[in-house]
């Protein structure tokens, strides 16, 4: 069985044209999705987890440094604070 050009350039143009119709449906579908509600809570709640993420970062190296900080004055040595023989 022979294959013609034309059956060929046929064939290319269906595939071609069917890929982008294909392609066209899905970006429509994306941009529907990417603007409904489930969409921007999803994006939003994503948001959401990143911002609670930095703030436990946040908090974390706050408790540490105040951990520090009370080690630091039950030892007896206060950060900023010189220890002076009463002269004056």
Not at 31 to 58: C, F, I, M, T, V
Not at 70 to 77: F, M, S, T, V
């Amino acid at each position: 069985m022979e294959i013609h050009l034309l059956d060929f350039l046929l064939g290319l143009g269906f595939g071609l044209g069917l890929g982008l119709a294909l392609i066209w449906l899905i970006i429509r579908v994306r941009g529907w999705l990417g603007r409904s509600e489930a969409g921007r809570l999803a994006a939003e709640n994503r948001e959401l987890k990143q911002r609670l993420a930095q703030k436990d970062r946040h908090v974390s190296r706050m408790l540490t440094e105040t951990e520090r900080l009370a080690e630091k004055l039950a030892q007896g040595k206060v950060p900023g604070q010189e220890q002076s023989g009463g002269g004056g």
